[in-house]
Every structure is written in C-alpha cells, then in structure tokens.
C-alpha cells in the first residue's frame, strides 16, 4: 500500500509504502524532477534525481520517506544535485559516518519513520539559508509547458545561469527538467482516464508517437500500458491488482 500527504516543510511530500512482507517493488520509479530522503527497512538513503526509470533492487516490506519540492535538496542536505544524479547513495558518504548513524538510530527508534524524516529536515531548514524563490519560478513555468529560453527571458538570467542553476539545483539541464516535467503531467492525464492522444496534446507533445518515445525512454512503459496499470487492468484489460512503486 503507498500512501503520501503534504510535509510541514514547503513543497515536500511524505511517503510510506508497506507490504506484509519484504517485495522486489513492480514497477519503476520514474524521474520527476525531486530528490528524496528514505527509510527501506531500516536503511538510510538519498536518492539522487533521475534521468532514466529506476527499479529498485532487493526486497523492502516498509519504506518512508520525504520527497523535496523541486530544486529544495541541495540547500538542506549540502549537496549539488548533479552529484547524486540517477544515484541512490548512504548519507554517510555525503555528512559522515557519525552524523549519518545518528540520524540513523533517531529514526529507528522513531515510532512513524516519516515523521522522523520530516523533523530531520525542518530542523536543516531553520539552519539553512532560505529556499531560492527563482528555483520554484523555473519550476513553476517549466512545469506549466513553457519554453526554455523563454523562460530564462522572464526570469532575466539568461540561458548559461539557467543551465549552471538548473544542473546544481536539479542535477540536469532545463531541457532535461523540462522533459521530465512534460512527462509527469502526461502520467497525471493518463492517471486521470485522459486518453493517450488527448493527454499528449495537453500536456505538449507533439503527437502520441512522441510521448510515447519519451514514456519508454523515462518510465519503461508505454502509454496504453501506463494508463491500464492505473485503472487497474492487466495488459489483456482483465482486472489486476494495481503496484505502486
């Protein structure tokens, strides 16, 4: 079962994901643009933005974990986003050996995990500097379909501050973010009955053939099969039990 609600922290979401016994996730964590904070079973983890689906290897029964608004990552765990990219990494190789066994055993001994992993990064942010309002205004425009250079235009910083900024707030280039973003209102449509067609002229595409490639290529899928995964169908469309990754 996978559940998420809004963190206390601006723009993050908590996650869980349970099962009643260790599971090989079905699916394919697909990019979309955040960076992570994880608890697998025990384990702690950051996971880096992803430029390609990630399917994660070994069998967890329990994860939580804290998804960071777009861009938020880097400023809180004190680390750019091009060094984690398509990477999932133990925190004690970014703070440490001691800090990372410390927030470790905190959040074992936590009884909700989440919760833990939220406190963790309210307390980072109340250290941090404050959070970068033009990451939230390239997110914000690239997210709503709109073009790169134009955006860089809007913001007034030009196209080579837009790429320096983008590879160290989000670990790729605003072509890629940009991509990526097309790609998550594509699902969203898809998720919501929209049909292949429809929701890739809505969310940008040039035609179906396009989202499709970039459906393979970024989730490895495609979008008839994205679509009857979340109505719950097996690919013959009989009924089958729907896996969140």
Same mark, same amino acid.
């Given at each position: 079962?996978?559940?998420?609600?809004?963190?206390?922290?601006?723009?993050?979401?908590?996650?869980?994901?349970?099962?009643?016994?260790?599971?090989?996730? %079905?699916?394919?964590?697909?990019? $979309?643009?955040?960076? $992570?904070?994880?608890?697998?079973?025990?384990?702690?983890?950051?996971?880096?933005?992803?430029?390609?689906?990630?399917?994660?290897?070994?069998?967890?029964?329990?994860?939580?974990?804290?998804?960071? @608004?777009?861009?938020? %990552?880097?400023? *809180?765990?004190?680390?750019? @986003? /091009?060094?984690?990219?398509?990477?999932?990494?133990?925190?004690?190789?970014?703070?440490?050996?001691?800090?990372?066994?410390?927030?470790?055993?905190?959040?074992? @001994?936590?009884? !909700?995990?989440?919760?833990?992993?939220?406190?963790?990064?309210? /307390?980072?942010? =109340?250290?941090?500097?404050? =959070?970068?309002?033009?990451?939230?205004?390239?997110?914000?425009?690239?997210?709503?379909?709109?073009?790169?250079?134009? &955006?860089? !235009?809007? *913001?007034?910083?030009?196209?080579? /501050?837009?790429?320096?900024?983008?590879?160290?707030?989000?670990?790729?280039?605003?072509? &890629? *973010?940009?991509?990526?973003?097309?790609?998550?209102?594509?699902?969203?449509?898809?998720?919501?009955?929209?049909?292949?067609?429809?929701?890739?002229?809505?969310?940008?595409? &040039?035609?179906?053939?396009?989202?499709?490639? !970039?459906?393979?290529?970024? =989730? $490895?899928? &495609?979008?008839?099969?994205? @679509?009857?995964?979340?109505?719950?169908?097996?690919?013959?469309?009989?009924?089958?039990?729907?896996?969140?990754?």
């Amino acid at each position: 079962m996978y559940e998420e609600r809004p963190a206390r922290l601006d723009g993050a979401v908590l996650w869980t994901r349970t099962a009643p016994a260790p599971v090989v996730s %079905a699916g394919p964590v697909v990019p $979309d643009g955040c960076m $992570d904070l994880i608890w697998a079973d025990g384990r702690l983890l950051v996971a880096g933005p992803d430029t390609r689906p990630y399917r994660p290897r070994g069998a967890v029964a329990r994860y939580a974990g804290l998804r960071f @608004a777009p861009g938020d %990552a880097p400023r *809180l765990l004190g680390v750019p @986003a /091009r060094a984690l990219r398509d990477l999932r990494v133990d925190p004690a190789e970014l703070w440490g050996a001691a800090p990372a066994r410390r927030l470790a055993d905190r959040i074992a @001994a936590a009884p !909700d995990p989440a919760l833990a992993l939220e406190e963790y990064a309210l /307390r980072r942010a =109340a250290d941090a500097a404050p =959070a970068d309002p033009l990451l939230r205004a390239v997110t914000a425009r690239l997210g709503a379909g709109r073009p790169v250079a134009e &955006t860089a !235009d809007a *913001l007034g910083i030009g196209p080579r /501050r837009l790429h320096r900024l983008s590879l160290d707030a989000f670990g790729y280039g605003p072509l &890629t *973010l940009s991509r990526i973003l097309r790609l998550q209102r594509a699902l969203a449509l898809l998720r919501d009955g929209v049909p292949p067609a429809g929701a890739a002229a809505r969310a940008g595409y &040039t035609d179906q053939a396009h989202l499709g490639r !970039d459906a393979r290529a970024l =989730a $490895d899928t &495609t979008p008839g099969a994205y @679509a009857r995964a979340a109505r719950g169908q097996a690919p013959d469309g009989t009924s089958a039990k729907r896996e969140t990754p």
